[in-house]
């Protein structure tokens, strides 16, 4: 016998090889049968199809900017609302400090502040959270005319630690509006539907897109997973001497 078939002979897969490769492959595809026949006698609806699938197959549906309303969105809505967590676990609040004087400016001491509130121009807006597990923390802003901006995206929160975010304050424009803010809070993870979203509300191009997709997913899915303070501001007026 030559080198070249010893070689080949002692290299090639054994038959208990073989047969495990087989009864895993046998497995597999017993699994992705009933998934589908589960799914077509409708005892799992599409999202659980998807995760279902997931599980046996490994890889996940991109979650970064997917279709509104398509399955892939619906999976991955249902995902992101399973990592959120109760800003009200985390004693969150809002802290209000009124500008006094202009020029130098001088401000009041902070004091909490309850959705519907009113609020002046030139006002600033602080969270603070005591976190009892480690997280994440998203504030966003959303003004009359539908359009985001992200306070914080990536602050990252650990346990036992006290937070005033963010630092210096969110002054307020003095201009007549409504003010929304959003005040998220996740599992210390990668959550692409946000960061992505977030990530490129400054782009010129793309950015009024990012916050309709952040509309579709505050007004929707992830209704019930943030706290809402909803503020309405007026000019800010010089106090008068008496």
Known sequence: ?????????????SGPTWQRIGVLLTILSILVSVVIWRFQLGLIG???ALQLCEYVLGPKPDCTAPILETETWKYCTENLATQTLDPIVFHTKMLHRTLLNLNPAIYGPPQPISS??????????????????????YLLHRDASGNF????????????QQYLLPKGGIQLYNAETNDK???IVAADDV????????GVLKD????????????????GPLVGHYLLF?????LWLAPTAN
């Open 204 to 219: 010129a191009t793309v950015g009024p897109a990012a916050s309709k997709r952040l509309a579709a997913l505050l007004d």
């Open 116 to 137: 519907g509130a009113t609020l002046h121009g030139g006002d600033k807006l602080q969270v603070s959270l005591d976190p009892p597990v480690a997280a994440r923390i």
């Open 191 to 198: 959550h692409p539907m946000l960061d992505y979203q977030i």
């Open 230 to 234: 909803d503020y309405q501001t007026k």
């Open 149 to 160: 901006t992200a306070f914080l995206s990536d602050q990252h929160l650990k346990v036992g």
């Open 46 to 48: 599409p999202i659980q």
């Open 181 to 183: 803010f959003y005040v």
């Open 1 to 13: 016998m030559s080198l070249q078939s010893q070689f080949q002979i002692q290299n090639a897969p």
